[in-house]
């Protein structure tokens, strides 16, 4: 099966050959990433204090630097002032931007949606008013969309848009709230209430009826601006409408896919600054005579932290290769531009949440573990632990909470199957039927990855049989039943990651790269396929009764059971010691 259908990795595992992984990477992409990554380290970490005392003077030059190095360019076609890079390009200078938190915030709206919604919705000649000028970092661009009372609950808003009296304005009154790059934009797309829905429109910053709020007072990415947008009888021209009028809903939804893809892969790239700065700390801090890189449980750490990016890293780049299949062919000067990027964009909901999902969760989990290895100083502003904790900790908000993210994962697969496009309904009724009898022993191969194979095809097989039971006890009531649909959500992306995991190190076969992609992906397959089982378990006990329950988890505990943990403690040492040798993230 090839990986190029959104949510195929539901129903079969993809040929090898079909999915991207980080080591094929082409040098002029390693070209645009050392220039992100040498721009973040030379130019923007040696003042991260002042960023972060909101020195937006500096934050605006720094940003018109990135400008000027092209790295603002990657998405937007030539025929706008961009470069129309490839996904895998711009995925790479995402990811080495995040350095630093408040930066990273001001960079990534501008080059996801702060500019997206122009670029796959806008109108030829508004494309050519705002497009070159947010590419070159002249213009900074903002997204406005959540309100006091409309949050997760996107399209409960308030703010309303509806034509002047002349018909020559839109009049949008209302308010925005949390609006990234508030203090300093100069273009924003804006989502109002018109007569019969949602529409979009593009602000520019010297819009009359328009003010903006004081800063909000964060807890972390402080060097970012976050203010309230406020309208009053704000009047915008006509032609600024974005999109079809009352279609605005599907601007927001489908961009909103593209933000959580590169908060995910953001969140990766901040991962990776972090975990050298724990290994640098534990190589230097002497407790009991030797530096705390030598214990057991600090080594462990690490390891677990090299895993979780790893895993992440295989993700957010076979994401890209979906992406860059899709996206990257479209002619951005065809008359059917915005309707084919819709549906392509739509088509990959699910990886897009996931990787944002798993990314934002991964991240914290190594900024929390990076304070604790700096013990009592993790907890002090003279050290970075501190801030990477407090930024990091944005990420399971920003995009659609985690939460949210989870219901839209089982909804987005379900409206799949709905619709015909993948046969779940199908396959989950075969695997309920199939799993009482098979035998995962007899099906196991030889080879270095038999094992995690195997693994791989048991979880989807339970994730199959876990979905048949709720469906059928619950049918359209499914969508009330929050807690079973957060379990459900957790097995998808646990599926998708381990499966990733295994492609990426059968790639590896044989390469210099093999011994420790093998260990890897033992690793990450050994944490997720438990983490699957556990929660199966969990929904089986709700989802089924008596005798169907006892058949259940019977089942489920035999497609589980086969199985034999790697030892952990000897893998984690191996991984540990190379991170403490190289001094970085080196895989």
């Known amino acids: ?194 007569e019969n829905g949602i529409s979009a429109f593009i602000v520019e910053k010297d819009a009359p009826g328009m003010s903006i709020g004081q800063e909000e007072h964060k807890m972390g990415i402080r060097g970012s601006s976050t203010c309230s947008i406020f309208f009053d009888d704000c009047r915008i021209p006509k032609e600024n409408l974005l999109g079809e009028k009352d279609k605005g809903h599907l601007i927001a939804f489908n961009i909103l896919n593209i933000g959580r893809y590169k908060l995910g892969v953001a969140s990766l790239g901040a991962a990776k600054y972090i975990i050298e700065e724990a290994i640098k700390y534990a190589k230097e801090r002497v407790q009991f005579g030797q530096p705390i890189a030598n214990f057991g ?88 632990a501190e801030r990477f904790l407090r930024d990091s900790r944005i990420n399971r908000i920003f995009e659609g909470t985690n939460e949210i993210n989870r219901l839209l994962i089982p909804a987005m697969i379900m409206k799949k199957a709905m619709k015909g496009e993948l046969p779940l309904i199908e396959e989950a009724a075969k695997i309920s039927n199939e799993i009482v009898s098979i035998m995962p022993r007899t099906l196991l191969e030889e080879g270095d990855l038999a094992v995690e194979k195997l693994a791989v095809d048991m979880s989807r097989k339970i994730m199959l049989a876990v979905l048949g039971l709720v469906v059928k006890k619950y049918g359209e009531k499914l969508k009330d039943e929050e807690e079973l649909l957060g379990r459900l959500a957790d097995i998808v992306i646990a599926l998708y990651t381990a499966e990733t995991a295994v492609i990426r190190a059968q790639k590896l076969a044989g390469s210099k790269k093999a011994d420790w992609a093998l260990i890897l992906a033992q690793l990450s397959v050994a944490e997720l396929f438990s983490t699957i089982y556990k929660k199966a378990q969990e929904i089986a006990a709700v989802a089924a009764a008596g005798d169907m329950q006892k058949i259940t988890v019977s089942a489920f505990r035999k497609l589980y059971r086969w199985y034999q943990l790697p030892d952990l403690v000897s893998l984690k040492r191996k991984i540990a010691d190379e991170l403490i040798k190289q001094s970085k993230y080196c895989f």
């Open 1 to 194: 099966m090839k990986d190029t259908d959104g949510g195929a990795f539901l129903i079969g595992t993809a040929d090898a050959d079909s999915v991207f992984i980080a080591e094929e990477f082409n040098e002029e992409q390693k070209l645009f990433a050392q220039s992100a990554e040498d721009f973040i380290r030379q130019r923007v970490m040696p003042v991260a204090d002042k960023l972060e005392a909101k020195d937006y003077d500096l934050h605006l030059k720094l940003f018109r630097e990135l400008g000027e190095l092209d790295l603002l360019k990657g998405d937007i076609p030539e025929i706008y002032g961009g470069l129309n890079l490839d996904k895998i390009s711009t995925a790479l200078i995402n990811e080495k931007l995040a350095g630093n938190g408040s930066f990273a915030t001001t960079v990534a709206d501008q080059t996801g949606i702060g500019s997206l919604p122009i670029l796959y919705f806008g109108t030829e000649e508004q494309k050519k008013k705002y497009l070159p000028k947010l590419a070159s970092g002249e213009h900074v661009g903002a997204y406005a969309l959540t309100e006091t009372e409309s949050g997760s609950d996107a399209m409960s808003l308030k703010t309303t848009a509806k034509p002047s009296d002349d018909g020559k304005y839109w009049v949008l009154n209302g308010s925005k709230q949390f609006i990234t790059n508030a203090a300093f934009f100069d273009v924003m797309t804006v989502y109002a209430r018109t």
């Open 297 to 384: 449980m600090i080594k462990e750490k690490l390891a677990d932290m090299a895993i979780g990016i790893w895993s992440l890293e295989g993700m957010a780049y076979r994401n890209a290769g979906l992406l860059e299949n899709a996206l990257h062919p479209l002619d951005p000067e065809s008359p059917d531009f915005s309707k084919n990027a819709l549906k392509q964009i739509a088509g990959y909901a699910v990886e897009c949440s996931i990787t944002k999902v798993y990314g934002s969760e991964i991240l914290w989990g190594i900024a929390d573990e990076t304070v604790q290895i700096f013990g009592g100083y993790g907890f002090v502003e003279d050290y970075p």
